[in-house]
């Protein structure tokens, strides 16, 4: 389980994570000369908004901490095109996958922007 002041008491790595293991559910059914192309690509970039976000979340410098958020976001873009291409080729029905991109999406956004404020606040 978490531990206190983990990554993993971060709701917003917790989403990534759900989205994560959603994606690793559903690319199971991809077919399998998918295997080394959709469905790995896939999985990778999913894989990388939670991986970015734990790594973020122990960095002491701001710049650092919202570039490596930054780079969740860049993920979350990939994916985003990645569930467009999985509906288009009719692998999966993509609804469900999308909101919870679109969740874990808004949710760094605001503790991006929350951390800028508390920055700004601190240099007034």
């Not at 077919?31 to 690509?41: A, M, R, V």
């Not at 960095?59 to 994916?79: A, T």
Request: some cysteine; overall charge positive.
């Amino acid at each position: 389980m978490a531990s206190k002041g983990s990554f993993e008491d971060l709701l917003m790595w917790q989403k990534a994570h759900k989205f994560v293991l959603n994606v690793y559910k559903n690319t199971a059914s991809f077919p399998k000369e998918e295997l080394f192309g959709l469905t790995s690509q896939f999985r990778r970039a999913a894989v990388s908004i939670a991986a970015n976000i734990a790594e973020g979340y122990k960095k002491k410098g701001v710049k650092d901490k919202l570039r490596f958020f930054n780079i969740s976001q860049g993920s979350i873009e990939e994916c985003r095109y990645y569930l467009i291409l999985s509906r288009d080729l009719n692998y999966i029905e993509t609804n469900n996958l999308r909101l919870d991109l679109e969740e874990v999406s808004k949710i760094i956004e605001s503790y991006m922007n929350a951390i800028r404020k508390s920055i700004t606040s601190l240099n007034s």
